[in-house]
């Protein structure tokens, strides 16, 4: 006697006997039901609900009830309100199957801690529980070849390839289960690990090592969830603030290189003991890892020579993916786990350009997208998925608060934001680590450090909207005199604050107007390149991107004219892109290729960069009157050709 | 203008435009015509000879004239008399090119030192020298992606997987060759090993791990040559003269496995280190190396327990080939060199057997071979190409002399040789380390210290054709009485020497019947399965193998009755085993697959092995009358059923 079952939400049907179990009608059908140890009513995780469709209502007694398996296992786990096991529940009647998302090996999950609405989660380390026969006198076959052919003939797992060290605890393992193993296996292809018995756990560590703080994401493999999250700062840094200097030290020193790279792996590994512990695992429970960078800090991680990186052709050792054991990055973690670094894209677009994209995703719409991810080198990457093209352009360290007369990181006591009274001048501004504005009740002036990027760019594109900062970044003297804008030598300065003494000088302005500048430059070229003069969408990355605000951003003309609503900032796009890596094998055969085909735009051989350069200096902008924008803010009036500029020795 | 090229050995043929080079021309034709330069005339493999057939007679016009490329070659290496390099000699006419041995990738190559005539050249490692693109700042791709371009365009190497160690000095290994460079990759996939500039130098490392010696041998890939033989002994003497008295050890001691794993591996790595040094070459030259032991001995040398070998079932760890990281084992070679050990059997059927069929290759004749390779245990194949069976036998160490009342190890003092006058009853005998025989003039009895195995098998056989031991195995007196056969006890002695004294007791025989009988039943065990009577050739493997004399082995019935002419020493022949596996891919997957299909047949387990071993403890034995032996000497008549014995209490 046959029965009609029909999978939701695959749509898969077809007939089986009478007494068929779920789990081997879905099997038989291909639908995406999970299992770890192969229909034993172990893991729970073939877990199924009853659907109905037209004519087939949603009757318990479709299934066979349940019998002592299932009891069994809500002894040891809950099972959902009319969840019944796959694996148990045998076919009665004519059937409909709801596979809940937690029951698929391929799907999403949603989450909140990572910055991001959903995850796929198809990960390339699976276990998989398996019966060994016992040895047997009459018929000699070694153990692994037993356990293999189990392996093949329940999980049609064949070729596989074995770790030696899985080898030497083999034997030990299966006496230690009683012949019942679960191992775990990378890609459908490595054995790389062994257990005793049942065991569901595995973990993954996603790195996205920053030049100044490293994050660390803790996520299970199985489900996608993430246990912990924690960050660290970059021990580098005492061989040299940015990328540059570190760059230099290791041309100087002829160990450099090798110093850079302890350093940074042994805060790796730090980072990754924090969160285990934070999580209550074991390192031994984490099996995969996967790591994002620019390309300095993913060579160094690697223990790969950065030297070359610091000078023309700018030349990568691998733009490739690479699979590298973490024992030998000195990871602890599972002795057989591997470290995924995702791809590069060019000598400074980096695998934390590639995290970007996979996390942002422009080549998966028609919308034009530009992506900005600014540090000493602003990554950029435009395109939909048509056409991907990334740069990188030099803007120096201005943005993070260096080369300021009174900048400093963004840390607690940087003034983040900066309002400027258009008619009195006065400035209000806020500090990190303070609730209050400067005008409010309870603030603490003498808190106050310094001016971080995001602060120094909102004082000027204020100063600019007040008309004291001109299309040109001059700093210029009001018609009415004001105690805040105060010559010095042959310039002018613009007092923010005057206890403690935070000035915007001539100088910042200048040096913010390099940055932006270059930072314009390299999106303009990528779109006379795409052969567009506006875009759809921008997308902010980074830390700095979260900081600043999009329509202060727009003012000063970092970035290209565009419909506010549609700039916003990408949080830690790199990360995302690393966890996505680390939980999916899609995303990584995804990100290769796309890293393959992104043209890259080298702005140092392109005459037409330092055109768009000069021609970005202007505040917002030499020649493009940012339309959009003036829609939104009154932008001061640009000197007509020929009108006499005012200078104070006028 | 095209031309026709006929390739000879291998006949391939074709037309090609005037002026296409000879390498060109194999190429397309997919002639084996070897070549490490990829046409750049530095290696000189391609070396050609112009050939003849009728109408075509071999003129040296037939080829452009010898140019600068081959002028240069010359100044560097001796270019043989009427040889050319194939890359630089271009078809001007039709031609015929012979093809020479040394000039193809898969040849065979005699050799001498090794003791067999010619092994199949074909190694897992080649190497392939190319030239790489420099990095260009208008095209970024990385260092690695263009030396893998230049491998796929110039090699036809597609998919390489590289080493996380050749990724860490590609960089300066690149510009050190000035963008050329020799890269080594196994099994056509994985790059391990990059040089700058051009290199032709790779070597191979092949070890015998037996219980009491280790032997190494070390060729050079290319071309087949070995370099340099040694030994040594293996230092888990230390922890037991016998495989059962180690694993004893391992089963007493906690650390026992690891222990004897790092004497064992200390010893291979020091042997490495002198087979080095002796051919003058670097251990970082050494790309490959191969393996070959009894199960015991190849789980320990690859860190696997091998307690579970010393009590039934005899599980193994694996029966399959490993590759195992030469640095896993300890062993300090080029840095990504890998240890290919050879497939066992079954659990008292090792590596050494594999090694030993793939050397003697009864599984590539029709003539039935019984291959025999004697230790604590025999390690027994029979078969040709339809079938092949094997077994292991428990001898016990009779046969190294132990349980022998003189017994001893082979080794300088020790009776090898015994002769015994039919009628005086007198015997004359030689030792190892002597040249004369005791009753000639020069013989040192003083140096005499025992009797090996060789020694005791001869004695007792010649011994028996004197009338002396009884069909039983009983050393009866002699009719005339004699002072050489004393009592002795309940039992007789025969007095091989007197000074010293050097016994052969009755409790001698009984032990040398009991390994004689193990051996002869396990024999006669895979003959029963075969289903035949008698076999066609014997060959007697490995140093006992080579020591015993053929004629007392059959004598004694160690072995079935065969013609005496097809009865010899197969030499080293696992340690020969190792080395074709060293030299060869194709071996490799041979014995993979002929130990794969080995039917193993468990002496334990086999009811009629008891009865075969109960007929086998009579001299030669009970029920078979050695037909084609009674030809050559004249067997004791045995006893009648019904005679009564006599005992020396008759």
Avoid at 75 to 95: K, S, T
Avoid at 255 to 263: N, W, Y
Wanted: aromatic share 4%.
């Amino acid at each position: 006697m046959t029965r009609q079952v029909v999978f939701s939400p695959s749509g898969r049907r077809g007939a089986f006997p009478e007494g068929t179990t779920v789990l081997d009608a879905a099997r038989a059908l291909g639908v995406d039901l999970d299992s770890v140890c192969g229909g034993r009513g172990i893991c729970g995780r073939c877990q199924v609900v009853i659907g109905s469709r037209p004519g087939v209502e949603a009757r318990a007694d479709r299934l066979s009830e349940p019998g002592p398996t299932e009891t069994d296992y809500q002894g040891r786990r809950p099972l959902g309100q009319g969840h019944r096991l796959g694996c148990a529940a045998r076919i009665v009647e004519d059937v409909v199957i709801d596979v809940p998302p937690d029951s698929q090996v391929h799907r999403q999950v949603v989450r909140k801690r990572a910055g991001v609405a959903a995850l796929p989660v198809d990960p390339v380390v699976r276990l998989h529980y398996v019966e060994v026969p016992e040895p047997d006198l009459a018929s000699p076959t070694g153990d692994l070849e037993r356990l293999l052919g189990a392996l093949e003939q329940e999980w049609g797992l064949g070729g596989l390839v074995v770790d030696p060290p899985v080898l030497r605890i083999l034997q030990a393992t299966l006496r230690q289960g009683g012949w019942a193993v679960t191992v775990a296996v990378r890609q459908g292809r490595d054995l790389f690990g062994i257990w005793p018995g049942f065991r569901d756990l595995a973990l993954g560590v996603a790195f996205d090592v920053g030049s100044t703080t490293i994050a660390g994401h803790l996520c299970d493999l199985l489900t996608g969830a993430v246990l912990a999250t924690n960050g660290a700062m970059n021990p580098q840094i005492g061989f040299g603030e940015d990328l540059m200097s570190r760059v230099s030290y290791v041309m100087m020193n002829q160990d450099g290189a090798s110093r850079l790279t302890e350093v940074v792996r042994g805060a790796l590994d730090e980072l990754l003991g924090e969160l285990v512990t934070e999580a209550a695992v074991d390192r031994g429970d984490v099996l995969e890892l996967s790591l994002v960078g620019n390309p300095i800090m993913h060579h160094l991680v690697l223990g790969l020579d950065p030297r070359e990186l610091g000078t023309a052709p700018f030349a990568l050792a691998t733009t490739s993916a690479l699979d590298t054991p973490a024992s030998e990055l000195g990871l602890h973690a599972h002795g057989g786990a591997r470290v995924y670094s995702l791809p590069c894209v060019a000598g400074h677009v980096g695998a934390d350009a590639a995290g970007a994209v996979l996390s942002e995703g422009p080549h998966r719409g028609v919308r034009l997208q530009l992506l900005v991810d600014v540090g000493t080198n602003a990554e950029l990457v435009l395109g939909n998925h048509d056409r991907l093209l990334a740069a990188s352009s030099p803007t120096g360290p201005a943005f993070e608060g260096a080369q300021i007369s009174s900048g400093q990181r963004a840390a607690p006591g940087a003034i983040e934001r900066v309002r400027v009274d258009r008619s009195t001048l006065h400035p209000r501004f806020s500090v990190i680590g303070q609730d209050v504005w400067s005008d409010e009740a309870g603030f603490d002036f003498g808190a106050v450090t310094g001016i971080c990027g995001s602060g120094i760019i909102e004082a000027i594109a204020e100063l600019h909207l007040a008309g004291v900062v001109d299309t040109d970044g001059v700093i210029r003297p009001p018609i009415e005199p004001s105690s805040r804008v105060v010559a010095s030598d042959r310039t002018y300065s613009y007092v923010l604050c005057s206890e403690p003494l935070i000035e915007v000088t001539q100088n910042d302005v200048r040096a913010v107007q390099l940055a932006k500048a270059a930072l314009h430059a390299g999106a303009r070229l990528l779109m006379d390149h795409y052969g567009v003069e506006q875009v759809d969408e921008i997308r902010l990355a980074g830390a700095f991107g979260s900081h600043i605000d999009p329509l202060y951003a727009m003012v000063l003309g970092m970035i290209p004219d565009c419909d506010l609503e549609q700039v916003s900032a990408a949080g830690n796009a790199a990360g995302v892109g690393a966890m996505m890596a680390l939980l999916s094998g899609v995303a990584r055969t995804e990100i290769e290729e796309v890293a393959r085909v992104i043209e890259k735009v080298e702005t140092a051989v392109e005459p037409r960069f330092q055109e768009h350069f000069v021609a970005a200096l202007a505040i917002p902008h030499k020649t493009d009157p940012y339309p959009l924008l003036s829609e939104l803010v009154e932008l001061p009036p640009r000197p007509q050709p020929g009108e006499r500029r005012r200078r104070r020795s006028d």
